[in-house]
Every structure is written in C-alpha cells, then in structure tokens.
C-alpha cells in the first residue's frame, strides 16, 4: 500500500473559522511533509516532520499550525487565515527525511478562504 | 539555496512522438532526483527516483537520466500518449528536503 490520504478534499472557510487538515499514512514512513501549491506553480515546502518531531519549517505565519500525533498521523490547524491562503494543500510521506526513498504524495485539499 | 530549473515550460507534440524533458539544479550535492507527474488540481504521483549513485532508472516508456556532475537531469517519454498530458516536476533531495523545479506542461495532441 502506497497511499497517503488526505481530508478533507475540499474546504471553503472564513476568515475567522478555525479548521483542521488531515493526512495519514501506513507505509511505516518516519518522515511527513506539507506543502503549498498555487495554482500554475510548483509546491512550497511548508513544514517537515521526522520521527514525529518538526524538522523544518519554512518561515511559514503561526496562523498555520502543525501536529504529529503519532508516525502516521499528520495534522495542519488553520486559524484566521487570509483569502492569499487560498490553494492546494498537499501532504507526503517518504521513509526518511530527504536521503532515501520515493516521496509518496496524497490527493491534496483545496482550501479556499473568503 | 538549491534552485532547480526546468525547460521548456511547455511544450505540446502530436501523439507518437518521442520527447524529452530537462531538468537543471544549481548545487550538484544531492541525495536524489526525483520525477513526478501531476493532473490538473490533482497530487503529485511518482513516476521515478535516481540515487545519487545512479546514471538512470527505466519504467515503462519513461527513461530518466542523472548527471550530477553537470547539474542535470532528463526524463526521456518514448511513443507519447494523449494520457501522458500532464505536467511534469523534478524535485531534488539535499539529504533533508526536497527542492522543485518550475514544471513543463506537457500536452500530446491525438
């Protein structure tokens, strides 16, 4: 099985809502990823998370917020975000961060804010 | 900062032909090359991966080359398909992430 999951497909939210995406993998991957991609462009790394710890994260606005509950588990809470925030979210998984090993990405949400 | 660069853009063939995709990165200390394939507003789905070690990786009709030293890499797609219109991306692996390139959009005209 090399899927990653994601939930939702879709979500429309204002901008004082406040949301969760999800992303799961049973691949027994230890590192997980999040990314942004607008549309006509290539993603932008978000946030990575290695052995369930936050690894990187890209200088991205504290109204993004980041979870790893567990290996296979990979949270992104969103408060108060901007209509820019607008876009295709995508998560990945591959077995370590970055050295070996195919990146496995899931369906992606699209998220619009108004 | 590793930038990755893909040329052309675009590029649009008529069904049959063979084509080939280029993918240039500014720092030649890379763990791996990744291709991928993406569908409008879709994910990304892999369709190779190069070690560092490696020359090139074959699937199918798709053949992609690496050549570190030179800072390049090529996705060959022989007998193009009118399913194979998608666009393309490359990612390349420093040992901690992975850098994208800027993509060729591919169309293969029936």
């Known amino acids: 099985d090399t899927e990653v999951t994601q939930t939702p497909k879709h979500l429309v939210m204002g901008m004082t809502n406040k949301k969760s995406l999800k992303c799961e993998q049973h691949?027994?991957?230890?590192?997980m990823y999040w990314y942004k991609q607008k549309a006509k462009k290539p993603p932008e790394l978000m946030f990575v998370y290695s052995y369930e710890k936050l690894s990187i994260n890209e200088s991205v606005p504290s109204r993004f917020s980041p979870e790893c509950p567990n290996s296979s588990l990979l949270n992104l809470h969103l408060h108060a975000l901007q209509p820019e925030d607008s876009a295709l979210y995508l998560c990945?998984?591959?077995?370590?961060?970055?050295?070996?090993?195919?990146?496995?990405f899931g369906p992606g949400t699209r998220l619009l804010v108004l | 900062k590793q930038e990755v660069t893909q040329i052309p853009a675009a590029l649009s063939v008529p069904e049959g032909e063979n084509l080939v995709l280029n993918c240039s990165f500014t720092d030649s200390a890379i763990y791996n090359l990744q291709w991928f394939r993406q569908d409008p507003g879709k994910g990304l789905t892999s369709l190779l991966l190069?070690?560092?070690?490696?020359r090139e990786q074959t699937s199918g009709r798709l053949n992609a080359s690496l050549d570190k030293s030179s800072g390049r890499s090529t996705l060959y797609i022989a007998a193009s398909q009118p399913g194979d219109s998608a666009t393309y991306l490359c990612?390349?692996?420093?040992?901690?992430?992975?850098?994208f390139g800027t993509g060729t959009s591919l169309t293969v005209i029936p």
């Open positions: 190069i070690q560092s070690s490696q």
């Open positions: 990612a390349v692996s420093d040992g901690n992430q992975f850098y």
């Open positions: 990945a998984s591959s077995q370590s961060q970055g050295t070996i090993g195919t990146q496995y």
């Open positions: 691949m027994g991957h230890r590192a």
